[in-house]
Structures are given as C-alpha cells and as structure tokens.
C-alpha cells in the first residue's frame, strides 16, 4: 500500500517561508507529484504540479513565490513557499500519481494534509 506523509506545515508571519515535504512509503514508480490546497469554505485547488521529467506548473496565484521539487530516489516531493500571504493560508495536500511495483496497480495518492497559516 502506498502512503503519502507530509510535513512542514505551521505558522509563520506574512513574508515569511515555509517548506512542506511529502514522502511516499512503498515500492513505487512515480510519475507526478503535486501540491494542493484547501482554504476554509473553498474547494481544492491546485498549487504546483511536478513530472518525472520534470515540467513544472504553477497556480498563477504562486508563480515567482513557491517552488516544488523532487527527489525520485527518495520519492519525496517538496513546496518551498516564500514570501508568503494570509491568503495561502489552507490545507496543503500532497498528492501523486504512482504504480505500486508488487500489485502493478496505477492510482492517485494523497497525503493527510498539513496546516499552514500565515498572519498578516
């Protein structure tokens, strides 16, 4: 079974930094990695999205302030958020798309989520 757990989260003044990581247990083969978020009364939304090959997308609302990245031989994918807003504030959800080696089965993965809140 594949598990996703992230950390990081928290609270920090506007302007400042933060950065989630997000580890998947298991034998798996992992194609994009993503963060999303959750701001009370909204829907989920996407924040950044990485592929194995390493294209990048951003939600315009993070571009030239958030950062994702990833290490396959760890697979683990990161969110470095710098000058942040009260605005990002929300539940940020890992999530990944992985086969699972031993069954070969293909799925969405998502973490738990972690808090960030940021204070004006």
């Known amino acids: 079974q594949v598990q996703l757990v992230e950390s990081g989260g928290g609270l920090v003044q506007a302007g400042g930094s933060l950065r989630l990581s997000c580890v998947a247990s298991?034998?798996?083969?992992?194609?994009?990695m993503g963060w999303h978020r959750q701001a009370p009364g909204k829907q989920r939304e996407l924040v950044a999205v990485?592929?194995?090959?390493?294209?990048?997308n951003y939600a315009d609302s993070v571009k030239g302030r958030f950062t994702i990245s990833r290490e396959n031989a760890k697979n683990t994918v990161y969110l470095q958020m710098n000058s942040l807003k009260p605005e990002d504030t929300a539940v940020y959800y890992c999530?990944?798309?992985?086969?699972?080696?031993?069954?070969?089965?293909?799925?969405?993965?998502w973490g738990q989520g972690t808090q960030v809140t940021i204070s004006s």
């Open positions: 999530n990944m798309n992985a086969e699972n080696l031993w069954t070969l089965r293909t799925g969405d993965y």
């Open positions: 298991g034998t798996v083969f992992i194609a994009t």
């Open positions: 990485i592929t194995r090959g390493g294209i990048i």
